[in-house]
């Protein structure tokens, strides 16, 4: 009964911030690398950032780096990302996801990943 529910997301004009939350149950937060990936329709998914298991290390998509930080608290079983400078490219659909270990960067390989959420809806739009 692993589940992975986000939150947060909505409409947001550009230049402006969001903070995501995933909550986590079912499973030992603190054994996994957790991971956020968004999607736009018809797009293919795109790997945003990566949180090692104890969450020292911190890996970011080009794209979002310097704007987006992510991260946890495994005694609360959360994952959060902070988005600030958003801009339209950034409109998606953000997902929280689980892997056993760091998953490849720069591209999302849905292998790399053995639970997802079901995502929140990210707006950017005046």
């Known amino acids: 009964q692993v589940q992975l529910v986000e939150s947060g997301g909505g409409l947001v004009q550009p230049g402006g911030s969001l903070r995501l939350s995933c909550a986590a149950s079912g499973f030992t937060c603190s054994s996994y690398y957790r991971n956020w990936i968004r999607q736009v329709p018809g797009k293919r998914r795109e790997w945003v950032p990566t949180i090692s298991v104890g969450g020292k290390l911190t890996y970011y998509a080009n794209s979002v780096k310097g704007r987006f930080t992510i991260s946890r608290d495994n005694a609360k079983n959360t994952l959060d990302l902070q988005m600030n400078n958003l801009n339209s490219e950034d409109t998606a659909l953000y997902y929280c996801?689980?892997?056993?270990?760091?998953?490849?960067?720069?591209?999302?390989?849905?292998?790399?990943?053995?639970?997802w959420g079901q995502g929140t809806q990210v707006t950017v739009s005046t």
């Open positions: 996801a689980r892997s056993d270990g760091l998953p490849r960067l720069g591209f999302v390989e849905t292998k790399d990943y053995d639970y």
